[in-house]
């Protein structure tokens, strides 16, 4: 039997330990002039695998210097109701076809993206202000989600298995509960799909938590309606592309839907229609947890795969490699403008340090080059939003009222008409809400500690528990601190990032508490399972 198994597709790291960076950056800037050809087009949507166009578009600009990407559809609710209908009359072909033709289309989709990764990347660094790195990288995440999922299939044997009873000799006159039988019992107990999955994206992960969804919900046999973020945070086009690969890789007509249009539209439409089995969503948690209130309180009965974001603590101990924290905090923090569900924004340092490990920190940030993330050296591209300026802006203005700003605060100028900031390192007083509430800005609060008891405690005092992390050298500490956090994803002494980064087949990535529903992440040996139900069925011959 041949032996499954599973690598990552790692594409920065392969070049440049074969040293290839130049050739790395070569393939990146020729994507860029491939992505621009694509620019101010009017794409449809499509549904049924048919070009839909609707009244209103929306046209989207890039944060980074207001180019035009392209004009988009504005679907409606009746947009969304035609898609669920496309996806439900779908759903019967796709859900009994076998489970290792399923697999081979999206083997051959993480082919296809894996073909087309330059492109898509610099679309995705023109859509969300990420640099190169981090948008090669996002693809490469997409391909793995693809590939891990389509090997969990295979080696589950599409999660279906058998069982039998065997007969008996002997015989009774009335039936009850473990009576003999004098036939053979068989029993196959499988997962079947729901049915029809709302995909709802955000605009930080736009390409590879999409694709983690949507991969997600199809391989196991449901059919899709996806919505990218189409807001003022908008990836409209990188969306499209997702849904061109599938075509390509031969996925059929009616299995993924593409949408376009508002949340308040096409994704509350999504909500609330009793056409939609399922929802996988990842984004704020007030729009989440009122997605799952309102149709429960329509008497729906949708099954809900969701993660609604983070508030996500470091403690850095006296008995840590200062360096290493500060280089771990640093990117955490300040990676992607701090716009990831899993960035780091508060640290509790042991007050014996507290002033050196500032002090070191102010200098690693002096060090991160702010300006346009198509150029290699930039470290931090724009904010997505004038939204994001204004919890950005409101912050500092807080830090200032009731606290110390220690470092930034500022608007940029870059020469480029985005919207550029400094990433900001502050002190506020405990029980302050810039300790509790999720900003998705590159803001990092920093308080000291006495204790280490105190300090995971703190660290435990929100709402949320997607990522922690912790710097300590300290047996003792490291072991209270994986007993008592209370977070999915905890990452120790871990030099490249302090809570962000989890790779897929290496680590999952899910949240407790707030962060989300269920409790199983994604890259997971469970996460395939979300998306469907058990059945037991018994035949007796």
């Known amino acids: 039997m041949t032996k499954i198994t599973f690598s990552n597709e790692s594409t920065y790291k392969k070049f440049v330990e074969q040293g290839r960076e130049k050739e790395f950056d070569e393939l990146f800037d020729k994507g860029v002039e491939e992505a621009k050809k694509q620019f101010g087009k009017i794409h449809p949507m499509y549904i049924g695998g048919k070009e839909v166009s609707s009244k209103e578009k929306i046209e989207e600009k890039s944060p980074i210097d207001g180019t035009v990407i392209g004009h988009f559809q504005k679907g ?114 499988r997962m079947a799909p729901f049915g029809v999955f709302g995909v709802l994206a955000p605009f930080n992960f736009p390409v590879s938590i999409s694709t983690g969804m949507s991969t997600g919900a199809m391989i196991t046999g449901n059919t899709v309606v996806f919505k990218p973020s189409s807001s003022d945070s908008m990836t409209l086009l990188t969306g499209l592309k997702i849904y061109e690969c599938f075509k390509e890789a031969g996925l059929p007509d009616g299995v993924f839907n593409y949408v376009s249009g508002p949340g308040s539209e096409v994704g509350d439409e999504l909500a609330v229609n009793r056409g939609v089995d399922g929802i996988a969503f990842t984004g704020s948690r007030s729009v989440g947890t009122g997605m799952i209130m309102k149709a429960y309180g329509l008497g729906l009965q949708k099954t809900f795969v ?5 508030k996500n603590p470091v403690i850095v101990s006296n008995k840590s490699d200062l360096d290493e924290a500060v280089g771990g905090i640093a990117s955490a923090a300040f990676g992607f403008d701090g716009q990831k569900c899993s960035a780091c924004s508060r640290v509790y340092v042991h007050e014996s340090i507290r002033e050196q490990f500032v002090s070191k920190l102010i200098d690693k940030v002096r060090g991160f080059r702010i300006g346009n993330p198509l150029e290699k050296s930039v470290y931090m591209g724009p904010l997505i939003s004038q939204n994001a300026w204004k919890a950005y802006s409101d912050a500092v203005e807080k830090i200032k009222q ?90 120790i002494n871990r030099e490249t990032s302090a809570t962000t980064g989890a790779i897929v087949g290496l680590h999952t990535f899910v949240g407790w508490k707030g962060s989300s529903v269920g409790g199983k992440g994604t890259g997971s040996k469970f996460y395939l399972q979300q998306f469907m139900r058990e059945q037991s069925v018994s035949l007796t011959k």
């Open 306 to 310: 969701v993660e609604m974001g983070g």
């Open 76 to 189: 409606t609710r009746e947009h969304a109701r035609l898609a669920i209908d496309a996806a439900r009359n779908a759903l019967p072909g796709w859900r009994h076809t076998d489970f290792r033709e399923r697999i081979a289309v999206f083997r051959k989709a993480a082919e296809v993206f894996s073909k087309h990764k330059f492109t898509i990347s610099a679309v995705l660094s023109y859509e969300n202000g990420k640099s190169r790195y981090e948008s090669v990288g996002e693809i490469d995440e997409a391909i793995d989600f693809i590939r891990y999922y389509a090997n969990e299939m295979e080696i589950n044997r599409g999660f279906s298995r058998k069982t039998a009873m065997e007969k008996s000799a002997a015989k009774v006159s009335a039936g009850f509960q473990g009576a003999p039988s004098s036939k053979t019992e068989k029993v196959v107990i």
């Open 402 to 491: 009731s606290g110390r700003l220690l470092y930034g605060g500022n608007r940029v100028n870059t020469g480029l008409s985005g919207i550029y900031v400094e990433p900001t390192i502050a002190e506020v007083g405990k029980g302050n809400e810039l300790l509790k509430k999720e900003l998705f800005v590159p803001i990092l609060i920093v308080e000291g500690y006495k204790d280490f008891e105190t300090a995971i405690k703190e660290a435990n005092d929100v709402d949320y528990g997607l990522t922690a992390g912790l710097y300590s050298k300290n047996k003792k500490e490291v072991q209270e601190f994986m007993d008592k956090i209370e977070a999915g994803v905890v990452y």
